[in-house]
């Protein structure tokens, strides 16, 4: 954790510690030491990867017994599946998408302000990039359900894409979603290299792309 120039203390995930706990309900006696095991493995995972780090860090993470573990996920995969549930509730849904819809009322503009987001993440000294794209690349079997489900989650990322573009008047919005989704990752990848002004790079280049479209952005951008 960090404290940002607000003196908010962030994540790695780029929500605030405030974010965070609003979405895990308190700790309870009787949750058995799921919701613990599950914390200790968001932190882990999201940070160390889902093949590298094994059920024993996340028991020791967790103060649980590997049995307690296994009682609420019968295998690893289970718990990498709840893991990219979590992933995506916490930074698809409740911080990149609510992010995004707080800082910009104008569609153009909000798909521009998904780049200002990113950069402010990319900031952070806990900036870990993305936990779909890492999970991608350790499952190569494209039937392995983890694999799945990750692609999937990715998915989801474009449907929010998708809604932004028909919204800003966007036509084929399934084509314009992957193209700013390929904008979006890169930028990360490139964040991951060290290039520390890879959102506005990407924004820059998402500017000429809805030019191209047609969109005015004299409105859109402030």
């Not at 309870?28 to 200790?40: Q, S």
């Not at 999970?135 to 692609?151: G, H, I, K, S």
Request: proline share 2%.
């Amino acid at each position: 954790m960090n404290i940002d120039a607000l003196g908010v203390e962030t994540v790695g995930d780029g929500m605030t510690t405030k974010q965070r706990q609003s979405t895990n309900q308190p700790l309870l006696a009787a949750d058995g030491g799921r919701e613990r095991t599950m914390r200790a493995a968001y932190e882990l995972f999201s940070r160390g990867g889902t093949r590298t780090v094994g059920v024993d860090a996340v028991v020791a993470r967790a103060a649980v017994a590997k049995m307690t573990l296994y009682r609420h996920f019968p295998s690893k995969e289970d718990l990498v599946l709840a893991f990219l549930e979590r992933r995506e509730q916490l930074w698809t849904r409740e911080w990149l998408a609510a992010e995004v819809v707080r800082r910009e009322s104008v569609p153009a503009a909000r798909l521009l302000a998904i780049f200002d987001v990113f950069s402010d993440w990319f900031q952070t000294p806990e900036f870990e990039g993305c936990t779909f794209i890492q999970v991608l690349l350790e499952y190569t079997d494209v039937t392995n359900p983890v694999r799945v489900a990750t692609v999937a989650n990715l998915e989801n990322i474009r449907g929010f894409l998708r809604e932004l573009a028909e919204d800003a008047g966007i036509a084929d919005t399934d084509s314009f979603a992957r193209q700013w989704h390929i904008l979006m990752k890169g930028s990360i990848i490139s964040a991951l290299e060290g290039d520390s002004q890879a959102a506005m790079r990407a924004k820059e280049m998402g500017t000429l792309v809805l030019r191209h479209r047609g969109i005015k952005l004299d409105t859109a951008v402030s």
